[in-house]
């Protein structure tokens, strides 16, 4: 209780002082009634890929509120939007507009637990981008929160909903290419700079950023602009590298088709030279390897991610790698797909399955990603990338950087969410915030 009383105090100063918080032409917007069936949402992160989930709602739905920490970034959108309320700070937002009845958090990786999770613990439902957290720790706290208070959730991996998907999932289960113990999964990133040092200097603030908020839990450092707007993702203060910009899109289809759970054992392998910086940022390629113990009737499986590098090429038996994919090698024949998003599929040999029909769907199709998550808001049906699925997702994922960062085969005990042979790896599973930020 200690912890959200000085929240609110803070909250209470800030709205005292003005702090993080006006409105355009002075239009009060709390008790806002709700028009029709639409929802009323509120944008955390209204600028970058905020601007896109904007898009996919504001035809449908109520944007009552834009909330970001840096005013040219999300200026479109808040011209866009005059009669919204906008908002620097994500706590004043959510303790002073009452009318706010779905969340959806587009912020850097390091963000988004906390408004997320004090979101859903006000009842609010949440959309939010993925990676789902920064941390291993906060995408459990973030599928407990969400059981907890029964709101309608989901992870921004839109390939989840597209068919092409659902239906490699439904002939993976269906067994077309028998038992899977290898799979390998690839991507091109990282395309923004890493294993760099962190700048000596800082630089002069851009006007309308407000850097304390945009740093949030981080450790406290100057602003450069080698941080902000594009390349945080390599820093491990704020992104969480390849692996969380990509993995939640690239490794989605074969998690989902074979239930991998959690792994017990990760390792990484960095390309050799060139990692001189990995305590502050991300490698310049890597091969991460996770163990997956058998679950029921299914085999152990080993799970191969590559950054920068790709799959031995026989595997592809004659197609062309893409620049991002996935193989899934079954003891019968191997399923290749060469998107981030899973979207298509080819099986291979190709002559051994000319004439394969796809199982009859066991899977529902969705009605777009944004739309199932708006259904699910209004009581439809979940999403099925709600986070009692993208939580467990997210931990697995982001295991690979505790390898990384670690540089040591790291043996896992999910249910005791704990690196069990190296304890200085459990500084990577909850990482500490900046006074000022808890949740």
Excluded at 155 to 171: H, S, Y
Excluded at 271 to 278: M, T
Aim: with cysteine.
């Amino acid at each position: 209780m200690g912890r959200r009383s000085t929240r609110r105090e803070f909250v209470k100063a800030s709205m005292a002082t003005g702090a993080g918080f006006w409105l355009l032409g002075g239009v009060e917007v709390q008790g806002r009634q709700e028009a029709g069936n639409r929802l009323n949402v509120a944008i955390i992160g209204a600028g970058g890929r905020g601007g896109s989930n904007l898009d996919a709602l504001a035809q449908t739905e109520n944007i009552v509120a834009l909330c970001d920490v840096d005013e040219r970034r999300a200026g479109k959108a808040f011209e866009r939007f005059p009669k919204a309320a906008k908002y620097h700070d994500f706590r004043v937002m959510l303790e002073k507009q009452k009318d706010i009845q779905a969340v959806v958090v587009s912020t850097p990786d390091h963000m988004h637990a906390l408004p997320s999770i004090m979101a859903m613990r006000m009842g609010k439902h949440c959309y939010c981008e993925k990676p789902l957290t920064h941390d291993v720790y906060e995408a459990r706290l973030m599928r407990q929160t969400a059981v907890k208070h029964k709101v309608a959730t989901q992870m921004g991996n839109q390939g989840t909903a597209t068919a092409g998907l659902r239906t490699a999932v439904e002939i993976i289960r269906a067994g077309a290419i028998g038992d899977v113990r290898e799979v390998h999964v690839w991507t091109n990133r990282p395309i923004w700079p890493q294993n760099i040092p962190r700048p000596k200097d800082g630089q002069a603030v851009p006007k309308g950023l407000h850097w304390d908020l945009w740093l949030g839990t981080a450790p406290e450092r100057p602003y450069n602009q080698a941080y902000v707007p594009f390349a945080w993702r390599g820093w491990w203060d704020f992104g969480t590298g390849a692996l969380g910009d990509m993995a939640c899109h690239t490794m989605n289809l074969p998690y989902m088709a074979l239930q991998l759970g959690a792994p017990t054992s990760v390792v990484a392998d960095l390309a050799p030279g060139g990692n001189a910086h990995i305590a502050e940022t991300a490698p310049m390629g890597c091969t991460v390897t996770y163990e997956f113990p058998a679950r029921g009737n299914l085999p152990a499986c080993r799970f191969l991610w590559y950054e920068r590098r790709q799959p031995p090429g026989e595997l592809f038996q004659g197609q062309k790698p893409s620049g991002s994919g996935c193989l899934m090698i079954g003891a019968k024949g191997t399923l290749y797909s060469p998107s981030d998003y899973g979207g298509s599929y080819v099986l291979l040999p190709q002559a051994n399955f000319a004439n394969y029909q796809p199982p009859k769907p066991t899977l529902p199709r969705s009605p777009g990603h944004h739309a199932e998550w708006v259904r699910a808001c209004k009581g439809g049906p979940a999403a099925m990338s709600n986070f009692d699925y993208a939580g467990p997702f997210t931990e697995m994922v982001l295991l690979g950087n505790v390898a990384i960062r670690v540089g040591k085969r790291v043996e896992w005990n999910s249910d005791k969410l704990e690196v069990t042979n190296i304890s200085e790896a459990n500084r990577f599973i909850r990482r500490e915030y900046r006074k000022g930020w808890s949740l």
